[in-house]
């Protein structure tokens, strides 16, 4: 693998460290300005590897490897670097609370103006609440309160455990109002079989141009269970009026985040602490990308890192299970309908086309990655994770990722500037219909090829997602920041296509952020057990046979001639075949290598043997 994840790390850490800090203190900023969502990001850079991979623990100062050290000698010493981090998530905690003690969650920087409309952007827009800042909001939150817990085990001076506790605690507040946020965000689109968004999933579901009567019967029955869940399952948060339009036969439905709190979501019962939960006006219906980053967000906290830890709350542990609920039903809704039918796949059928109309493979990416998710959930076969790992292929290549775009041509728009999507329902903050721009494509897709090569149990696809993650990895590279304060960060596009204009930019922490998150995925990879062959398995049985059977000879026959000499060497290849023995399934390669050795020495002493026996 070209992707070395603890060097790349390290190197991601010393840039981050060099940008960040102001003095003493940890300075917010970026491409697109200070923002409740690309600050986290800027911390996530340095918190995700610090809370996830156990080499990188910053927070039990003793442990810090040297290499670390040394990344962020410009943070400070194995004591202030813990210190440090905990003052800059304090000040994003105060940042982003307003006077009321009400947790922030706005796009305010992010949002851009629809390019049809006229008018500037409102300061009440800007401060709409968003799905990317709720879901980011969770990441950050967890790794803080996990950060904060091992910290203070190590912690003795009073002043320095009251800072400790008090990140904490509004951490916990930040965290609880996050996942109310998701909970009010979900939306639910009712839509009938004659309408356009009817008419649309139909003509994506339907790759064998069957009659429609015989497709809707079809997909009603598919989607069955995940109908009756909704109705049924969902009861507090935003999703569940909706529930009664579904038992009609001439309904379809989506499911999924919407962009912001949808229209008329209700308030949240809980004893949280989270105070106010703002009116919403986005859209009762979901996008893709939101509903993505939701779905990260949410894993997160059902992972084993916080079960372990116990970092959520009885309260917290409750609105987590509602979160999970809909988790479930997203995820298998989407899973559904991308593999529809006994023939080819929706999901296939590239571009992946949404039910407003709107076509583009990172949609494909998007919906991927939520089939990915619903096969780690479902054993599948080999066969069907090699159709998914076909598609990545292939948007690899249409995004120009994997093949060269030596002149300008509208795949590299999913680049620069980037996939825009209007913001229905901001327009009624007072000003013009906002829009969201995404350029992670590439990221994203090395992610998905990532934890598909980690699920794969072939040695031949496993080896081919990693050859893909090897090409995008290449990709990425040509988009580092090459010169100014940011170097050796991302993102420049015009590194990978020269053609593209190519002015001094500041950071992108949305795209370096994504980047560390593939780091963190390759990370586990590698510390997880190598990919058993059951070829390498059979022969390192066969040749521990062999072996087993030689050296019981040897025990048997073997002269004394050579009296404690030869007795040593019997006992070290003992030694050696009872590591062979005990490695054998786990790693059947180190099996093969360390038997074929001792059948050497075995034959050594064999031949030795038949000499002395001819001179005697």
């Known amino acids: 693998m070209q992707i070395q994840p603890r060097q790349q790390i390290l190197d991601i850490w010393r840039a981050t460290a060099r940008v960040s800090l102001d003095g003493d203190e940890w300075f917010p900023g970026g491409r697109e300005g200070g923002n409740s969502i690309s600050d ?11 809370t996830e991979i156990p080499l990188f623990h910053l927070n039990r100062p003793d442990s810090v490897a040297d290499d670390v050290l040394e990344a962020l000698r410009e943070v400070g010493d194995n004591l202030r ?21 009400t947790p922030v969650f706005s796009g305010d920087s992010y949002f851009v103006r629809d390019a049809d409309q006229d008018g500037e952007i409102t300061r009440e827009q800007r401060a709409l609440d968003v799905v990317d800042s709720f879901s980011i909001s969770v990441t ?5 309160i996990g950060f904060a817990r091992t910290f203070r085990q190590v912690v003795t001076r009073p002043a320095l455990q009251s800072q400790v506790d008090a990140l904490e605690q509004a951490a916990s507040i930040r965290l609880s109002a996050a996942m109310a946020g998701l909970l009010r965000s979900f939306a639910v689109n009712v839509f009938t079989v004659d309408s356009d968004c009817g008419q649309e999933l139909l003509r994506t579901v339907n790759q064998e141009r069957r009659p429609r009567h015989q497709v809707v019967d079809e997909l009603r029955e598919a989607l069955r269970e995940i109908n009756a869940r909704l109705r049924d ?16 036969p001439d309904r379809l439905f989506e499911c999924g985040w919407s962009w912001g709190v949808v229209q008329e979501a209700p308030r949240i019962e809980t004893t949280a602490a989270i105070s106010e939960q703002r009116t919403g006006v986005a859209l009762n219906a979901p996008y893709l990308y939101f509903t993505t980053v939701a779905m990260d967000a949410i894993q997160a906290l059902s992972s084993e890192r916080t079960r372990l830890l116990g970092l959520l709350d009885p309260e917290q542990a409750r609105l987590a299970q509602s979160l999970q609920v809909r988790f479930e039903l997203t995820r298998s809704y989407w899973a559904t309908v991308a593999t529809f039918g006994t023939g080819r796949w929706p999901l296939e059928d590239l571009p992946w086309r949404t039910t407003d109309g709107v076509e583009s493979d990172y949609f494909g990416l998007l919906i991927g990655g939520m089939v990915i998710q619903n096969m780690q959930a479902v054993r599948v076969s080999t066969t069907e994770l090699r159709r998914v790992a076909d598609v990545l292929e292939e948007i690899g290549n249409r995004s120009r990722i994997t093949r060269r775009s030596t002149e300008p041509e509208t795949a590299i728009a999913v ?38 090569a980690g699920m794969a149990d072939d040695v031949v696809m496993r080896s081919w997602m990693f050859d ?27 590194g990978a296509y020269r053609y593209l204009p190519d002015p001094p930019v500041e950071v992108s922490w949305y795209f370096t952020k994504r980047v560390v998150d593939c ?11 190598p990919l058993r062959s059951a070829l390498l ?7 521990l046979s062999e072996a087993d059977h030689l050296y019981d000879r040897e025990l048997l026959n073997g002269t004394t001639a050579h009296g404690g000499t030869l007795r040593v060497e019997l006992d070290r290849i003992g030694a050696e075949l009872r590591r062979a023995r005990a490695v054998r399934r786990e790693r059947p390669g180190v099996a093969v290598a360390v038997t074929e050795e001792v059948l050497r020495r075995l034959d050594r002493l064999a031949a030795a043997r038949q000499a002395d026996s001819g001179a005697t």
């Open 40 to 50: 986290a990001e800027q911390l996530l850079c340095v918190m995700s590897p610090a």
């Open 468 to 494: 893909l993650a090897d090409g995008i990895w290449a990709h990425l590279l040509d988009r580092v920041l090459s010169a100014g304060p940011g170097q050796g960060l991302w993102d420049r596009p015009a």
């Open 519 to 529: 780091l963190v995925v390759m990370a586990g990879l590698i510390n997880g057990p």
């Open 537 to 543: 398995t059979q022969i390192a049985a066969d040749l």
């Open 415 to 452: 680049h620069h500037p980037g996939l825009r999507f209007v913001l229905e329902g901001s327009e009624k903050a007072g000003g013009p219909l906002l829009a969201w721009t995404v350029a992670d494509v590439a990221p994203t897709l090395l992610r998905r090829s990532l934890t598909l």
């Open 140 to 144: 950050l939150m967890l790794a803080t």
């Open 81 to 101: 670097i813990p210190q440090r981090l905990m003052q800059g998530l304090a000040r994003y905690l105060e940042r982003y609370t307003d006077s009321s003690g």
């Open 233 to 248: 399952d969902i009861t507090i948060g935003s999703g569940a009026a909706e529930g009664s339009e579904l038992d009609n």
